[in-house]
C-alpha cells in the first residue's frame, strides 16, 4: 500500500471512531421511556436505564441497556427477570415492534396484562410469570401469531381462557397454573389435534374454579346447590306431610274423645 492509501486509510478510521452511535428508532426510544417510567426498581438494578441511554440503546447488534438484546439497531430482547421490579406493565412496550421476547418473570408487578400487546406482531416468547398482575387474560394476544411461549403461572389472573389462543399453532408451551381463572378449559387448546401442541394438566392446576380436560374430574367439597335445594325441598315436604298426619290425628283423637263424653253424659229414655 503507498503513502497515499495508509494516508486514506488512516483518514477513514479517524472518520468512523468519530462518528456517533446511531440513533434509536422513535418508537424503541418511547418504548423504553414509557417502561422505565411505569417501573419501580427499589434495587437499582437497572442504573442505565436513563434519557440518555433510550436515545441510542443499540449500535447494530450491540446493546448498551441492561436487560436489552439488540438486533440491526433495534430492541429485539427485553429479558428484565428476578430484578425486584414493582410498579405495572406499560401498553407503550406495543411501541417495540421489532421484539420477539419479553420476560419480566419473578417480579413483583401489579395490574393487568395489557392487551396493546397484540401489535408486537412479531413476539415469539412472552414470560410474565411470578408476579401479581391481575385482571383477565388479553384475548387480543392471538393477533401476536408468532407466539411460541405464552407463561403467566403464579399470577393473580382472573376470568376464563380465551379460546383464541388456542388458534395460535406455533404455541408449544402455554402455562396459566396457580392463578383465579374459572370456567371451562376452551375447546380450541382442550381439542388440540394434528402437529399442534397440547398441553397437560399442569399448565392448569392451581385455578379451583377451572375445569375441563386435561384437569381431573372436580371432586365434590359439600352438597351441591341442586342438592342442597333438593333437600330442602324434601324436608319442607316432608315436615308438611307429617305436620298434616299429626294434625289430623290430633282431630281423630279429639273428635273420638267427644264421642265418649257425649256418650256418658246423654240421658237413658
Known amino acids: ?23 434509536a428508532d422513535p418508537n424503541d426510544e418511547r418504548c423504553l421511556t414509557h417502561l422505565s417510567e411505569s417501573l ?8 442505565n436505564w436513563t434519557r440518555a441511554t433510550f436515545a441510542s440503546p443499540c449500535q447494530g447488534f450491540t446493546s448498551y441497556l441492561q436487560g436489552a438484546t439488540c438486533n440491526n439497531g433495534r430492541i429485539y430482547k427485553l429479558s428484565l427477570s428476578s430484578l425486584a421490579l414493582k410498579g405495572t406493565i406499560s401498553p407503550y412496550l406495543s411501541n417495540c415492534t421489532n421484539l420477539q421476547a419479553l420476560d419480566l418473570s419473578s417480579n413483583a408487578l401489579t395490574g393487568p396484562i395489557p392487551p396493546e400487546l397484540q ?17 383477565p387474560i388479553p384475548q387480543q394476544l392471538a393477533l401476536c401469531a408468532y407466539l411460541n411461549i405464552i407463561d403467566l403461572h403464579d399470577n393473580q389472573l382472573s376470568g376464563t381462557i380465551p379460546q ?6 406455533r404455541l408449544s408451551v402455554f402455562d396459566v397454573s396457580n392463578n383465579k381463572l374459572s370456567g ?3 375447546a380450541t387448546l382442550e381439542n388440540r389435534s394434528g402437529n399442534l ?9 392451581g385455578n379451583k374454579d377451572l375445569y375441563g380436560y386435561p384437569l381431573a374430574a372436580m ?51
Open 1 to 23: 500500500m503507498g503513502v497515499w492509501g495508509q494516508i486514506l486509510a488512516a483518514a477513514l478510521l479517524t472518520c468512523c471512531a468519530a462518528m456517533p452511535f446511531s440513533a
Open 40 to 47: 419501580q426498581d427499589p434495587l437499582k438494578n437497572l442504573q
Open 119 to 135: 401489535y408486537l406482531v412479531n413476539l415469539a416468547v412472552l414470560n410474565l410469570s411470578s408476579n401479581h398482575l391481575s385482571g
Open 164 to 169: 383464541q389462543l388456542g388458534l395460535l399453532v
Open 184 to 186: 371451562p378449559i376452551p
Open 197 to 205: 401442541q397440547r398441553f397437560n394438566a399442569s399448565s392448569y392446576e
Open 219 to 269: 371432586k365434590s367439597k359439600g352438597l351441591s346447590v341442586m342438592a342442597i335445594v333438593g333437600i330442602g325441598l324434601g324436608s319442607g315436604l316432608l315436615s308438611l306431610v307429617l305436620s298434616f298426619s299429626a294434625v289430623c290425628i290430633w282431630l281423630r283423637v279429639t273428635e273420638q274423645k267427644v264421642e265418649n263424653e257425649e256418650g256418658k253424659i246423654m240421658p237413658d229414655y
